[in-house]
């Protein structure tokens, strides 16, 4: 009897909706257990997480049992509701429609790891505009700018 055998990893992106609203040093690693958790309750395998102050980074090793854009809208549901419920945001957080998959081979599971557990030092010389485009355009995949997360410039002043 033969059996199905799969690996798969995704690399999983998007933004926060509302400036006023970003994740913020204090809470950002509740919110990223907290997303961890559901990852893991719905057979993906967690490889690392990272909430930038206007963005998140997932990489999953990836249950094909369910769907990415299903998986995707859990997170920002769940997770917006727990922001909400935890009340660690003074303004109503939401994330932005849309987001961006990424799949990478086994032989690449470190080096994109050590990109996302380094987002703090990359956003100090690139933007998120920056790094969400480079992204796209190095996967080949065709976008429109006026479709486009809306991006947060000067994230600093916000401090």
Known sequence: ??????????????????????????????????ITGIVQKNGHKLITIYAERDHIHIF?????????????????????????NEKLSFYKFSWQKGYGAFTHSHSNISNVANYIENQEAHHKKTSFKEEYTKMLKEFDIAYKSEYMFEFFDDLEEDL
Do not use: C
């Open 60 to 84: 999953i090793g990836y249950n094909l049992n369910q769907k990415i854009p299903d998986l995707v809208e859990h997170i920002k549901t769940s997770s917006n509701q727990f922001v909400e």
């Open 1 to 34: 009897m033969g059996d199905t055998y799969v690996q798969a990893y995704f690399h999983l992106v998007f933004a926060v909706r509302n400036r006023k609203a970003l994740i913020q040093k204090s809470w950002k690693d509740r919110l990223e257990k907290y």
